[in-house]
Protein backbone atom coordinates (compact mmCIF):
# COMPACT_ATOMS: atom_id res chain seq x y z
CA UNK A 1 0.00 0.00 0.00
CA UNK A 2 1.56 3.48 -1.23
CA UNK A 3 1.47 6.42 1.65
CA UNK A 4 -1.52 7.43 0.38
CA UNK A 5 -3.46 4.83 0.31
CA UNK A 6 -2.47 4.18 4.15
CA UNK A 7 -3.04 7.44 5.21
CA UNK A 8 -6.57 7.54 3.47
CA UNK A 9 -7.80 4.98 4.93
CA UNK A 10 -7.22 6.41 8.90
CA UNK A 11 -10.33 7.46 10.73
CA UNK A 12 -9.73 9.37 13.91
CA UNK A 13 -12.68 10.67 16.10
CA UNK A 14 -13.66 11.24 19.69
CA UNK A 15 -16.87 10.47 21.27
CA UNK A 16 -18.53 13.09 23.16
CA UNK A 17 -21.69 13.68 25.07
CA UNK A 18 -22.86 14.63 28.37
CA UNK A 19 -21.48 11.90 31.14
CA UNK A 20 -25.31 10.31 31.81
CA UNK A 21 -26.10 10.02 27.52
CA UNK A 22 -24.57 6.69 27.30
CA UNK A 23 -21.53 7.74 25.58
CA UNK A 24 -19.23 4.84 27.14
CA UNK A 25 -21.58 2.28 26.24
CA UNK A 26 -21.47 3.35 22.41
CA UNK A 27 -17.53 3.71 22.54
CA UNK A 28 -17.97 -0.87 23.38
CA UNK A 29 -20.01 -1.28 21.15
CA UNK A 30 -17.94 0.70 18.01
CA UNK A 31 -14.73 -1.37 19.18
CA UNK A 32 -17.05 -5.13 19.43
CA UNK A 33 -17.77 -4.49 15.65
CA UNK A 34 -13.88 -3.52 15.04
CA UNK A 35 -13.35 -7.55 16.04
CA UNK A 36 -12.18 -6.29 19.50
CA UNK A 37 -14.04 -8.06 21.47
CA UNK A 38 -11.18 -9.60 23.53
CA UNK A 39 -10.18 -6.56 24.74
CA UNK A 40 -13.01 -4.02 24.71
CA UNK A 41 -16.20 -5.20 24.29
CA UNK A 42 -19.08 -5.78 27.25
CA UNK A 43 -19.11 -9.65 26.76
CA UNK A 44 -16.92 -11.58 29.42
CA UNK A 45 -18.00 -14.80 31.15
CA UNK A 46 -21.44 -13.95 29.12
CA UNK A 47 -22.13 -11.38 31.21
CA UNK A 48 -21.82 -7.63 30.94
CA UNK A 49 -18.84 -5.79 32.48
CA UNK A 50 -19.89 -2.94 35.37
CA UNK A 51 -17.53 -0.58 34.03
CA UNK A 52 -16.01 0.23 30.44
CA UNK A 53 -12.71 -1.01 29.13
CA UNK A 54 -11.67 2.10 28.20
CA UNK A 55 -12.67 2.85 32.07
CA UNK A 56 -9.66 1.94 33.34
CA UNK A 57 -8.48 3.91 36.85
CA UNK A 58 -9.62 2.53 39.68
CA UNK A 59 -11.02 5.71 40.58
CA UNK A 60 -13.28 5.51 37.38
CA UNK A 61 -14.54 2.07 38.37
CA UNK A 62 -15.57 3.22 41.84
CA UNK A 63 -17.38 6.33 40.07
CA UNK A 64 -18.51 4.80 36.83
CA UNK A 65 -17.37 7.64 35.33
CA UNK A 66 -14.68 8.80 32.42
CA UNK A 67 -12.21 11.12 34.27
CA UNK A 68 -9.19 10.31 31.38
CA UNK A 69 -9.16 10.65 27.97
CA UNK A 70 -8.30 6.93 26.72
CA UNK A 71 -7.11 6.17 22.87
CA UNK A 72 -8.58 2.75 21.33
CA UNK A 73 -7.32 1.74 17.49
CA UNK A 74 -8.90 -1.22 15.69
CA UNK A 75 -9.19 -2.31 12.28
CA UNK A 76 -13.18 -2.02 10.53
CA UNK A 77 -14.15 -2.77 7.21
CA UNK A 78 -10.50 -2.09 5.77
CA UNK A 79 -10.43 1.38 7.51
CA UNK A 80 -7.93 1.75 10.63
CA UNK A 81 -10.47 3.45 12.96
CA UNK A 82 -9.01 5.43 16.04
CA UNK A 83 -11.28 6.24 19.34
CA UNK A 84 -10.91 8.61 22.04
CA UNK A 85 -12.69 8.54 24.74
CA UNK A 86 -13.18 11.63 26.35
CA UNK A 87 -14.14 12.56 29.79
CA UNK A 88 -18.25 13.36 29.51
CA UNK A 89 -18.12 14.42 33.17
CA UNK A 90 -17.83 18.94 32.97
CA UNK A 91 -15.68 18.81 35.74
CA UNK A 92 -13.02 17.65 33.32
CA UNK A 93 -13.95 19.22 29.89
CA UNK A 94 -10.46 21.14 29.58
CA UNK A 95 -9.08 17.48 28.57
CA UNK A 96 -11.58 16.92 26.12
CA UNK A 97 -10.93 20.43 24.22
CA UNK A 98 -7.96 19.51 24.06
CA UNK A 99 -8.56 15.88 22.74
CA UNK A 100 -10.87 17.74 20.40
CA UNK A 101 -7.36 19.49 18.30
CA UNK A 102 -6.15 15.55 17.84
CA UNK A 103 -9.31 14.45 15.70
CA UNK A 104 -10.52 14.81 12.42
CA UNK A 105 -14.24 14.23 13.35
CA UNK A 106 -16.64 13.75 16.30
CA UNK A 107 -19.84 11.60 17.10
CA UNK A 108 -21.95 13.54 20.08
CA UNK A 109 -23.88 11.14 21.69
CA UNK A 110 -28.06 12.26 22.72
CA UNK A 111 -30.00 11.08 25.63
CA UNK A 112 -33.13 10.65 23.52
CA UNK A 113 -34.91 12.04 26.88
CA UNK A 114 -33.44 14.72 27.78
CA UNK A 115 -31.75 15.82 24.92
CA UNK A 116 -29.05 18.26 24.58
CA UNK A 117 -27.01 19.39 27.74
CA UNK A 118 -24.71 22.20 28.35
CA UNK A 119 -21.46 19.63 28.69
CA UNK A 120 -22.78 19.03 24.97
CA UNK A 121 -23.08 22.60 23.94
CA UNK A 122 -19.81 23.62 25.13
CA UNK A 123 -18.23 20.82 23.09
CA UNK A 124 -19.96 22.18 20.45
CA UNK A 125 -18.57 25.05 20.16
CA UNK A 126 -15.09 24.07 20.31
CA UNK A 127 -16.19 21.74 16.99
CA UNK A 128 -17.32 24.79 15.44
CA UNK A 129 -14.49 26.93 15.90
CA UNK A 130 -12.71 23.89 13.95
CA UNK A 131 -15.10 23.43 11.53
CA UNK A 132 -14.87 19.50 12.72
CA UNK A 133 -17.08 17.46 11.24
CA UNK A 134 -20.35 15.70 13.53
CA UNK A 135 -22.38 12.52 13.80
CA UNK A 136 -24.74 12.66 16.31
CA UNK A 137 -25.97 9.50 17.54
CA UNK A 138 -29.75 9.79 19.65
CA UNK A 139 -28.95 7.03 21.87
CA UNK A 140 -31.57 4.80 24.70
CA UNK A 141 -34.30 4.51 22.03
CA UNK A 142 -35.64 1.34 24.33
CA UNK A 143 -36.93 3.97 27.00
CA UNK A 144 -39.55 6.29 26.87
CA UNK A 145 -38.38 9.39 25.24
CA UNK A 146 -39.43 12.64 23.56
CA UNK A 147 -40.64 12.81 19.91
CA UNK A 148 -37.85 12.16 17.16
CA UNK A 149 -38.68 15.28 15.12
CA UNK A 150 -38.88 17.61 18.51
CA UNK A 151 -35.54 15.96 19.40
CA UNK A 152 -33.95 17.07 15.90
CA UNK A 153 -35.51 20.79 16.30
CA UNK A 154 -33.30 21.04 19.34
CA UNK A 155 -30.18 19.59 17.93
CA UNK A 156 -30.97 22.35 15.47
CA UNK A 157 -31.46 25.05 17.93
CA UNK A 158 -28.96 24.33 20.47
CA UNK A 159 -25.95 22.91 18.53
CA UNK A 160 -26.12 25.43 15.78
CA UNK A 161 -26.01 22.95 13.17
CA UNK A 162 -28.49 22.07 10.44
CA UNK A 163 -29.45 18.19 10.43
CA UNK A 164 -30.20 15.56 8.42
CA UNK A 165 -31.74 12.16 10.11
CA UNK A 166 -30.05 8.91 8.12
CA UNK A 167 -32.24 6.27 10.70
CA UNK A 168 -35.16 7.00 11.95
CA UNK A 169 -37.14 4.86 14.82
CA UNK A 170 -39.71 3.04 14.55
CA UNK A 171 -42.01 3.57 18.09
CA UNK A 172 -39.73 4.00 21.15
CA UNK A 173 -39.31 2.26 24.58
CA UNK A 174 -41.57 -0.77 25.18
CA UNK A 175 -43.07 -0.31 21.93
CA UNK A 176 -39.16 -0.12 20.17
CA UNK A 177 -39.55 -2.07 17.06
CA UNK A 178 -36.48 -0.55 15.25
CA UNK A 179 -34.73 1.59 12.77
CA UNK A 180 -35.38 2.13 9.23
CA UNK A 181 -31.86 3.24 8.11
CA UNK A 182 -32.61 6.29 5.39
CA UNK A 183 -28.77 5.58 4.03
CA UNK A 184 -29.10 2.19 2.51
CA UNK A 185 -32.92 2.00 2.19
CA UNK A 186 -33.15 -0.88 4.61
CA UNK A 187 -35.03 -1.80 8.14
CA UNK A 188 -33.26 -2.64 10.98
CA UNK A 189 -35.77 -4.67 13.33
CA UNK A 190 -35.09 -4.19 17.48
CA UNK A 191 -35.00 -7.56 19.49
CA UNK A 192 -33.55 -6.60 23.11
CA UNK A 193 -30.19 -8.21 23.32
CA UNK A 194 -26.94 -6.91 24.57
CA UNK A 195 -24.51 -10.07 23.14
CA UNK A 196 -26.47 -10.42 19.40
CA UNK A 197 -26.44 -7.91 16.41
CA UNK A 198 -29.78 -7.38 15.62
CA UNK A 199 -30.93 -8.26 12.11
CA UNK A 200 -31.09 -6.28 8.83
CA UNK A 201 -33.30 -6.47 6.15
CA UNK A 202 -33.09 -4.51 2.77
CA UNK A 203 -36.04 -3.27 2.13
CA UNK A 204 -37.86 -0.44 0.27
CA UNK A 205 -40.13 1.71 2.26
CA UNK A 206 -42.82 1.32 -0.21
CA UNK A 207 -42.77 -2.73 -0.06
CA UNK A 208 -45.65 -4.21 1.03
CA UNK A 209 -43.36 -6.89 2.54
CA UNK A 210 -43.10 -3.29 5.36
CA UNK A 211 -46.75 -4.95 6.77
CA UNK A 212 -45.59 -7.99 7.46
CA UNK A 213 -42.98 -6.94 9.74
CA UNK A 214 -43.96 -4.12 12.13
CA UNK A 215 -47.82 -3.97 11.60
CA UNK A 216 -49.94 -1.56 9.34
CA UNK A 217 -50.16 1.55 11.74
CA UNK A 218 -46.48 1.58 12.01
CA UNK A 219 -45.86 1.31 8.19
CA UNK A 220 -48.18 4.05 7.79
CA UNK A 221 -46.24 6.04 10.24
CA UNK A 222 -42.91 5.11 9.06
CA UNK A 223 -43.87 5.92 5.38
CA UNK A 224 -45.24 9.39 6.31
CA UNK A 225 -42.61 10.60 8.89
CA UNK A 226 -40.30 9.45 6.16
CA UNK A 227 -42.39 11.59 3.13
CA UNK A 228 -41.93 14.87 5.91
CA UNK A 229 -38.26 14.05 6.49
CA UNK A 230 -37.62 14.24 2.47
CA UNK A 231 -39.56 17.39 2.30
CA UNK A 232 -38.44 19.23 5.50
CA UNK A 233 -34.76 18.59 5.55
CA UNK A 234 -32.39 18.99 2.51
CA UNK A 235 -30.38 15.64 1.12
CA UNK A 236 -27.65 14.53 3.04
CA UNK A 237 -24.66 16.27 1.48
CA UNK A 238 -21.39 14.95 2.07
CA UNK A 239 -19.69 18.45 1.14
CA UNK A 240 -21.55 19.79 4.54
CA UNK A 241 -20.98 17.29 6.73
CA UNK A 242 -17.10 17.75 6.04
CA UNK A 243 -16.80 21.61 6.19
CA UNK A 244 -19.11 20.98 9.78
CA UNK A 245 -22.23 22.83 8.67
CA UNK A 246 -24.54 19.52 8.35
CA UNK A 247 -24.46 16.42 11.03
CA UNK A 248 -26.32 13.73 9.86
CA UNK A 249 -28.30 11.84 12.62
CA UNK A 250 -28.88 8.43 13.19
CA UNK A 251 -30.90 6.68 16.26
CA UNK A 252 -30.55 3.71 18.02
CA UNK A 253 -29.67 1.87 21.90
CA UNK A 254 -26.43 1.59 22.42
CA UNK A 255 -26.83 -0.85 25.63
CA UNK A 256 -28.81 -2.89 23.58
CA UNK A 257 -26.29 -3.42 20.45
CA UNK A 258 -28.77 -1.20 18.32
CA UNK A 259 -28.50 1.16 15.57
CA UNK A 260 -24.95 0.93 16.40
CA UNK A 261 -23.57 -0.87 13.29
CA UNK A 262 -25.36 1.39 11.02
CA UNK A 263 -23.53 4.40 12.65
CA UNK A 264 -19.84 2.81 11.95
CA UNK A 265 -20.83 1.82 8.27
CA UNK A 266 -21.99 5.31 7.77
CA UNK A 267 -19.34 6.65 9.20
CA UNK A 268 -16.41 5.19 7.47
CA UNK A 269 -18.17 5.73 4.22
CA UNK A 270 -18.46 9.71 5.27
CA UNK A 271 -16.16 10.57 7.92
CA UNK A 272 -12.69 12.38 6.52
CA UNK A 273 -8.97 11.21 6.65
CA UNK A 274 -6.66 12.92 8.42
CA UNK A 275 -7.18 16.68 7.20
CA UNK A 276 -4.57 19.62 6.74
CA UNK A 277 -3.47 21.26 9.86
CA UNK A 278 -2.43 25.28 10.01
CA UNK A 279 0.65 25.20 12.18
CA UNK A 280 2.34 28.79 13.24
CA UNK A 281 4.77 28.39 9.84
CA UNK A 282 2.40 26.43 7.70
CA UNK A 283 -0.32 24.18 6.34
CA UNK A 284 0.59 20.76 6.90
CA UNK A 285 -0.62 18.49 4.42
CA UNK A 286 -1.16 14.95 5.90
CA UNK A 287 0.35 13.33 2.66
CA UNK A 288 3.76 14.85 2.87
CA UNK A 289 6.46 12.60 3.24
CA UNK A 290 8.20 13.75 5.95
CA UNK A 291 6.77 12.86 9.55
CA UNK A 292 5.08 15.68 11.82
CA UNK A 293 3.25 15.46 14.91
CA UNK A 294 2.11 17.14 18.18
CA UNK A 295 1.86 15.76 22.13
CA UNK A 296 -1.90 16.56 22.74
CA UNK A 297 -2.00 14.64 25.46
CA UNK A 298 0.09 13.20 28.65
CA UNK A 299 -1.03 10.41 31.15
CA UNK A 300 1.24 9.37 34.34
CA UNK A 301 1.26 5.59 35.42
CA UNK A 302 -1.02 3.96 32.75
CA UNK A 303 0.93 1.08 34.43
CA UNK A 304 1.23 1.64 38.51
CA UNK A 305 3.40 -0.73 38.36
CA UNK A 306 6.01 0.88 36.53
CA UNK A 307 5.08 4.72 37.24
CA UNK A 308 5.10 5.06 33.76
CA UNK A 309 4.32 8.63 32.06
CA UNK A 310 3.01 8.18 27.89
CA UNK A 311 3.05 10.91 26.06
CA UNK A 312 0.07 10.66 22.98
CA UNK A 313 1.31 11.98 19.58
CA UNK A 314 -1.15 12.70 16.99
CA UNK A 315 0.68 11.89 13.99
CA UNK A 316 0.00 14.83 11.33
CA UNK A 317 1.72 14.25 8.46
CA UNK A 318 3.88 11.26 6.45
CA UNK A 319 5.18 7.84 8.56
CA UNK A 320 6.33 7.61 12.57
CA UNK A 321 9.07 4.38 12.64
CA UNK A 322 9.98 3.06 15.45
CA UNK A 323 14.14 3.69 16.11
CA UNK A 324 14.44 6.57 13.95
CA UNK A 325 15.92 10.03 15.06
CA UNK A 326 13.16 12.25 15.25
CA UNK A 327 13.67 16.67 15.93
CA UNK A 328 11.83 18.03 19.53
CA UNK A 329 11.03 21.01 18.29
CA UNK A 330 11.49 22.81 21.96
CA UNK A 331 14.22 21.75 22.54
CA UNK A 332 16.38 21.54 19.08
CA UNK A 333 17.59 18.30 19.88
CA UNK A 334 16.74 15.03 17.89
CA UNK A 335 15.34 11.96 20.24
CA UNK A 336 14.71 8.10 19.39
CA UNK A 337 12.06 6.35 20.66
CA UNK A 338 12.79 2.68 20.98
CA UNK A 339 9.06 1.81 21.89
CA UNK A 340 6.25 3.51 20.81
CA UNK A 341 3.08 1.93 21.61
CA UNK A 342 -0.06 1.61 20.04
CA UNK A 343 -3.32 1.44 22.41
CA UNK A 344 -6.42 -0.61 23.01
CA UNK A 345 -7.47 1.37 26.71
CA UNK A 346 -5.11 0.52 29.23
CA UNK A 347 -3.55 -2.61 26.68
CA UNK A 348 -0.47 -1.18 24.65
CA UNK A 349 1.31 -3.18 22.26
CA UNK A 350 4.74 -1.47 20.90
CA UNK A 351 4.21 -0.54 17.06
CA UNK A 352 6.99 -0.31 14.52
CA UNK A 353 4.85 2.33 11.97
CA UNK A 354 2.11 4.46 12.50
CA UNK A 355 0.57 6.92 9.66
CA UNK A 356 -1.17 10.51 9.66
CA UNK A 357 -3.81 10.03 11.74
CA UNK A 358 -2.55 7.64 14.21
CA UNK A 359 -2.39 7.69 17.71
CA UNK A 360 1.09 7.34 19.03
CA UNK A 361 2.25 6.93 22.92
CA UNK A 362 5.79 7.33 23.66
CA UNK A 363 7.35 6.71 27.13
CA UNK A 364 7.86 9.83 28.71
CA UNK A 365 10.60 10.98 31.27
CA UNK A 366 10.23 14.00 31.19
CA UNK A 367 10.94 15.19 28.39
CA UNK A 368 7.23 16.43 26.55
CA UNK A 369 4.74 18.94 27.41
CA UNK A 370 1.33 19.12 26.27
CA UNK A 371 2.00 20.73 22.48
CA UNK A 372 5.23 19.85 22.15
CA UNK A 373 5.40 19.31 18.39
CA UNK A 374 8.44 16.11 17.55
CA UNK A 375 9.29 16.26 13.37
CA UNK A 376 11.69 14.91 10.80
CA UNK A 377 13.67 18.01 11.55
CA UNK A 378 11.52 20.82 10.12
CA UNK A 379 10.89 23.73 12.90
CA UNK A 380 6.93 23.35 13.19
CA UNK A 381 4.85 24.66 16.30
CA UNK A 382 1.29 23.42 16.09
CA UNK A 383 -1.85 25.91 17.63
CA UNK A 384 -4.29 25.03 19.64
CA UNK A 385 -3.62 23.63 22.68
CA UNK A 386 -4.20 26.16 25.27
CA UNK A 387 -4.91 26.25 29.37
CA UNK A 388 -7.99 28.10 30.26
CA UNK A 389 -8.34 29.94 33.27
CA UNK A 390 -9.60 27.74 36.66
CA UNK A 391 -12.85 28.54 38.15
CA UNK A 392 -11.90 26.74 41.59
CA UNK A 393 -8.75 27.43 43.66
CA UNK A 394 -7.21 25.86 46.71
CA UNK A 395 -3.95 25.38 48.52
CA UNK A 396 -2.61 21.95 48.40
CA UNK A 397 -0.27 20.98 51.38
CA UNK A 398 1.88 18.10 52.40
CA UNK A 399 -0.17 15.93 55.09
CA UNK A 400 3.23 13.77 55.47
CA UNK A 401 6.25 15.34 55.96
CA UNK A 402 8.39 11.87 54.94
CA UNK A 403 6.30 11.77 51.38
CA UNK A 404 7.48 15.08 50.41
CA UNK A 405 9.56 13.92 47.35
CA UNK A 406 6.58 11.85 46.40
CA UNK A 407 4.06 14.30 46.53
CA UNK A 408 6.47 16.77 44.59
CA UNK A 409 7.09 14.18 41.55
CA UNK A 410 2.66 13.40 41.73
CA UNK A 411 1.78 16.94 41.67
CA UNK A 412 4.77 17.66 38.44
CA UNK A 413 3.31 14.83 36.87
CA UNK A 414 -0.15 15.36 36.89
CA UNK A 415 -0.20 18.86 36.30
CA UNK A 416 2.12 17.89 33.52
CA UNK A 417 -0.94 15.62 32.08
CA UNK A 418 -3.10 18.90 32.14
CA UNK A 419 -5.29 17.32 35.19
CA UNK A 420 -5.27 20.98 36.68
CA UNK A 421 -3.06 24.24 36.86
CA UNK A 422 -0.63 24.70 39.05
CA UNK A 423 0.60 28.03 40.67
CA UNK A 424 3.17 29.24 42.61
CA UNK A 425 2.21 32.53 45.08
CA UNK A 426 5.10 34.71 44.35
CA UNK A 427 4.33 36.34 48.35
CA UNK A 428 4.59 33.35 50.32
CA UNK A 429 5.67 30.66 48.05
CA UNK A 430 2.49 28.52 48.97
CA UNK A 431 1.67 26.17 45.81
CA UNK A 432 -2.29 27.09 44.91
CA UNK A 433 -3.77 23.93 42.60
CA UNK A 434 -6.76 25.51 39.97
CA UNK A 435 -9.55 23.52 38.65
CA UNK A 436 -12.52 23.80 36.10
CA UNK A 437 -14.77 21.71 39.34
CA UNK A 438 -14.82 20.10 42.56
CA UNK A 439 -14.35 16.45 41.28
CA UNK A 440 -10.81 16.91 40.05
CA UNK A 441 -9.72 18.20 43.70
CA UNK A 442 -10.88 14.50 44.67
CA UNK A 443 -9.08 12.63 41.54
CA UNK A 444 -5.85 14.70 42.31
CA UNK A 445 -5.95 13.44 45.98
CA UNK A 446 -6.72 10.11 45.38
CA UNK A 447 -4.56 9.43 42.51
CA UNK A 448 -1.34 10.97 44.52
CA UNK A 449 -2.18 8.26 47.47
CA UNK A 450 -2.69 5.22 45.04
CA UNK A 451 -0.33 6.11 42.65
CA UNK A 452 2.40 7.88 44.53
CA UNK A 453 1.50 7.02 48.33
CA UNK A 454 1.84 10.81 48.77
CA UNK A 455 -0.54 12.45 50.85
CA UNK A 456 -2.04 15.42 50.56
CA UNK A 457 -5.01 18.30 52.28
CA UNK A 458 -6.43 21.03 51.05
CA UNK A 459 -7.09 24.47 52.52
CA UNK A 460 -9.53 26.93 51.15
CA UNK A 461 -7.80 29.90 49.27
CA UNK A 462 -10.74 33.21 48.34
CA UNK A 463 -10.02 33.60 44.63
CA UNK A 464 -12.06 34.57 41.54
CA UNK A 465 -9.90 34.00 38.29
CA UNK A 466 -6.04 33.61 37.27
CA UNK A 467 -5.37 35.73 34.46
CA UNK A 468 -2.57 35.51 32.42
CA UNK A 469 -0.75 38.63 31.96
CA UNK A 470 1.83 40.52 29.54
CA UNK A 471 2.51 44.33 28.18
CA UNK A 472 4.73 46.44 25.82
CA UNK A 473 4.96 48.82 28.90
CA UNK A 474 7.86 47.40 30.76
CA UNK A 475 7.41 50.02 33.30
CA UNK A 476 3.62 49.82 33.73
CA UNK A 477 4.24 46.08 33.86
CA UNK A 478 6.66 46.19 36.97
CA UNK A 479 4.38 48.69 38.67
CA UNK A 480 1.32 46.25 38.28
CA UNK A 481 3.71 43.49 39.82
CA UNK A 482 4.77 45.90 42.67
CA UNK A 483 1.33 46.58 43.60
CA UNK A 484 -0.09 43.51 43.54
CA UNK A 485 2.56 41.61 44.90
CA UNK A 486 0.62 39.35 47.24
CA UNK A 487 -1.42 38.84 43.99
CA UNK A 488 1.51 37.53 41.71
CA UNK A 489 2.13 33.96 40.77
CA UNK A 490 3.98 31.83 38.51
CA UNK A 491 2.42 29.02 36.51
CA UNK A 492 5.01 26.03 35.97
CA UNK A 493 6.21 27.74 32.97
CA UNK A 494 7.17 30.56 34.81
CA UNK A 495 4.64 32.91 33.57
CA UNK A 496 3.06 35.73 35.04
CA UNK A 497 -0.18 34.88 36.56
CA UNK A 498 -2.44 37.57 38.60
CA UNK A 499 -4.50 35.85 40.84
CA UNK A 500 -7.87 38.31 41.13
CA UNK A 501 -9.89 38.24 44.36
CA UNK A 502 -12.99 39.02 42.85
CA UNK A 503 -14.45 40.42 39.64
CA UNK A 504 -14.79 43.84 40.69
CA UNK A 505 -10.56 43.84 41.49
CA UNK A 506 -10.14 42.05 38.18
CA UNK A 507 -12.04 44.91 36.22
CA UNK A 508 -10.46 47.78 38.52
CA UNK A 509 -7.02 46.10 37.39
CA UNK A 510 -8.05 46.21 34.00
CA UNK A 511 -9.31 49.75 34.27
CA UNK A 512 -6.16 51.29 35.94
CA UNK A 513 -3.47 49.56 33.67
CA UNK A 514 -4.07 49.83 30.47
CA UNK A 515 -1.29 48.96 28.72
CA UNK A 516 -1.61 45.91 30.33
CA UNK A 517 -3.13 42.70 28.47
CA UNK A 518 -5.23 40.09 30.70
CA UNK A 519 -5.21 36.59 29.07
CA UNK A 520 -7.91 34.05 30.18
CA UNK A 521 -6.29 31.28 28.61
CA UNK A 522 -2.74 30.08 28.19
CA UNK A 523 -2.01 29.94 23.85
CA UNK A 524 -1.31 34.34 23.10
Not at 312 to 341: A, D, I, L, Q, W
Amino acid sequence: MTLKEEIQRRRTFAVISHPDAGKTTLTEKLLLFGGAIHVAGAVKSNKIKKTATSDWMEIEKQRGISVATSVMGFEYDHHKINILDTPGHQDFAEDTYRTLTAVDSVIVVVDVAKGVETQTRKLMEVCRMRHTPVMIFVNKLDREGRDPFEILDELEEELKVSVRPLSWPIDMGERFRGVYNLYRNGLDLYKPSKQVVTESLRLDIQSPELENHIGDRLSKKLRDDVELITEVYPAFDRNGYLTGKLAPVFFGSALNNFGVKELLDCFVDIAPSPREIQTEERVVNPYEENFSGFVFKIHANMDPNHRSCIAFVKVCSGKFERNVNYKHVRFNRMMKFSSPTAFMAQKKEVMDEAYAGDIVGLPDNGNFKIGDTITSGEELHFKGLPSFSPEMFKYIENADPMKSKQLQKGIEQLMDEGVAQLFTNQFNGRRIIGTVGQLQFEVIQYRLLHEYGAQCRWEPINLYKACWIESDDALQLQDFKKRKYQYMAHDKEGRDVFLAESNYILMMAQQDFKHIRFHFNSEF
